[in-house]
């Protein structure tokens, strides 16, 4: 049980961060590019509050892994998505549209059918070290390779109208 209240803890954190996150995105001016840039994203509160929460729910995550099996946490986790679509409601001062509180129901209606489904002992299976070294080692080798190729790839220009024929 303490499992599936920090997994849904980290869930809505998450959520939280990551809307707050999305939100600083769309608000500032685009300057002509596809992304708005890090440095300015960086001045924004809501930006800085995003990716403090988003470490907060990687705490609860983690969390709840040392208290409950990944076949319970992580269905739980998932279901950050239906709690970024009310966070976003919210910070959009709106209430959720009926289709969304539906869908959010039946989400969370089979979620609980999936966690009541499960084997009572559902195992508790002990992580290999040197396979979670390698596993950790390799993300981060291969996620700075994506953000270094990125970095030298330069978006394509938009193609220029053809030019209008007046006859």
Known sequence: MVAVLLACAAAAVSAAGTSLQHR???ILPELGTSAP???RLARKPDWLLGIG???AAFG???AALRQG???IVQPVVV???VFADFIRAALDRRLPARKELAWATYT???LALFIAALPSGTAQHTGDDGTARIFFVGGIV???MAVLLAQTTTAPTPASAPPSSTG
């Open 24 to 26: 600083a995105a769309n």
């Open 60 to 62: 609860l995550h983690a």
């Open 69 to 71: 099996s990944l076949s």
């Open 108 to 110: 969370w209606a089979g």
């Open 37 to 39: 840039s890090l440095p």
């Open 53 to 55: 929460l988003s470490g």
């Open 142 to 144: 291969i996620t700075d």
């Open 79 to 81: 279901s950050a998505i």
